[in-house]
C-alpha cells in the first residue's frame, strides 16, 4: 500500500517474489514483480551481493547507481535511485529507502518511502510471506 505523506491512499499493490542464494558468491538473485490497482505491473530483477559483513550492493536494470543496504539484526536498510514506470506510461526517477523488518523465518514487514529530488511524497507499508 502507498500512501501519501499527509495522509491517504495512493495505491494498492500486490507483490509476487521469487529469490535464490548463490552461498559461494555470497549472491542472491531476486525477482519481484508489483501489480497496482490502476493494472500496470512493475518487475524488478536485482542481483544483491554481500560486500562486507553487514553491507550490502544491488544492482537492477532501472536504477541510478547501484542501491546500498545496511543489516543489523532483524533490520534492513535498503536505498537507491530508479526510473520508475508510471500506469500512464510515463516514468520518473525516484528515491526509495526502505527498513525491511523480519519478523520470523517467514514474514518480512517493510516500511519505505519514496520521493523526488531527495524529497519524499509517499509511504509504503508492505508484507512479504514466504510460502512452501
Not at 6 to 29: N, Y
Not at 43 to 55: F, M, Y
Not at 63 to 71: D, F, M, N, S, V
Request: proline share 2%.
Amino acid at each position: 500500500m502507498l500512501e501519501s505523506l499527509v495522509g491517504g491512499l495512493l495505491k494498492r499493490a500486490t507483490i509476487t517474489a521469487h529469490g535464490e542464494l548463490d552461498a559461494d558468491t555470497d549472491t542472491v538473485f531476486f525477482t519481484e514483480t508489483y501489480t497496482f490497482d490502476d493494472g500496470h505491473s512493475d518487475t524488478l530483477r536485482w542481483t544483491i551481493h554481500k560486500v562486507a559483513e553487514g553491507q550490502y550492493t544491488g544492482h537492477e536494470n532501472r536504477l541510478e547507481g547501484e542501491a546500498t543496504g545496511e543489516q543489523a539484526g532483524c533490520a534492513f536498510h535498503w536505498k537507491y535511485t530508479r526510473d520508475t514506470p508510471q500506469g500512464d506510461g510515463k516514468s520518473f526517477k525516484l528515491n526509495f529507502d526502505y527498513w525491511f523488518y523480519g519478523i520470523d523465518n517467514k514474514v518480512c514487514i517493510v516500511r519505505g518511502s519514496a520521493g523526488r529530488a531527495g524529497i519524499p511524497f509517499a509511504t509504503a507499508h508492505v508484507t512479504y510471506r514466504k510460502f512452501p
